[in-house]
């Protein structure tokens, strides 16, 4: 990558981030939800910012400048709203740029990336699908979780194009949907696959759908309550973890796009009926990426 675009503006209001302040979450469109989900699970006391870049999805088709603008915008952007700690609830961003936006933003970031080695602990038949985006599975840091983990395992790895725009759409289940997913899952289960990675967080809102193809024949790997577990950490390490049980807990919701369908999954799929944000985080080009000041 020779130039990227990244965010010149200065946030419009930046605070000492403290334990009562927000954690900031983000992803490409809805996916991020299923994170979000196990964040409150895991950390019920925390307030949550929810930014869904929706105006943007799908990043697993795009290129790799124009996934570390979005991240890196979104990610300042949530900084200026106080943010004390960053998710990159995306696997296609956190593949393609954390590194980049880590040594930028002044807070601590969890990234999210497909359960390789969990699925490579648990599959019995020894052969693993892995259901991703092409930017994710193309990725160098995909590939050396493979070169690591994947041991004896055969990993039979699948685009999942046409299923980002599904979620986002708020289709789990239409025929159309179960038809392509079919066409997925299909060749992995005629290999002998017990096990499949959901490498990218819009998926485990499909795992009815995932369910009705495959019945108990595959064990779904998904890796969002580790990420949630891997925040606590984090959030503990740097002092940063809320204790007051008093503060309002229902996320703030943002998009970038009109929020309707992200208000409508999450009440359908998180029981949260919440109003959603209009927001508009510009990117600007900018730099070179060697030249392209560190926070
Ligand atoms: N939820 C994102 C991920 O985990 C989807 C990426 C996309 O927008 O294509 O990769």
């Known amino acids: ?101 880590r040594e930028r933003l002044a807070i601590p970031l969890v990234g999210v990336e497909p359960g390789v080695k969990p699925a490579a602990a648990v599959s019995k ?43 986002e759409r708020c289709d789990t289940s239409s025929p159309e949907l179960m038809a392509l997913l079919e066409s997925y899952l299909k060749p992995m289960l005629d290999a002998g696959a017990d096990t499949l990675v959901l490498g990218c967080t819009h998926y485990p809102f499909l795992d009815r759908a995932i369910r009705d193809i495959a019945g108990e024949r595959l064990q779904i790997v998904d890796t969002s309550v580790a990420v949630a577990r891997q925040l606590a950490r984090l959030l503990d390490a740097n002092a940063l973890k809320n204790s007051d049980a008093s503060l309002e807990l229902m996320p703030r919701f943002c998009s970038t796009a009109d929020g309707e369908s992200q208000r409508q999954l999450a009440a359908s799929l998180l029981q949260l009926d919440a ?18 000041p560190l926070a």
């Open 1 to 101: 990558m020779s130039v990227v675009a990244v965010p010149t503006a200065t946030p419009d209001v930046r605070t000492v981030p403290d334990a009562g302040a927000p954690v900031g979450i983000f992803d490409s469109g809805l996916g991020g939800l299923s994170v979000l989900r196990a964040v409150r699970a895991v950390l019920p006391h925390e307030r949550l910012i929810y930014v869904a870049d929706s105006l943007h999805a799908p990043y697993g088709e795009r290129d790799d400048a124009f996934i570390t603008a979005r991240t890196m915008a979104i990610g300042e952007w949530l900084v200026s709203q106080g943010a004390k700690a960053l998710v990159v609830a995306c696997n296609t961003a956190t593949a393609q740029s954390i590194a980049f936006v």
């Open 125 to 167: 038949s020894r052969v693993v699908g892995v259901l991703a985006t092409q930017v994710t599975l193309r990725s160098t840091r995909f590939q050396s979780l493979l070169d690591r983990y994947a041991g004896d395992c055969r990993f039979i790895c699948q685009p999942g194009h046409g299923l980002v725009q599904a979620v």
């Open 275 to 292: 109003a959603v944000e209009h927001v508009d985080i510009p990117s600007r080009l900018a730099s070179a990426l060697a030249e392209s």
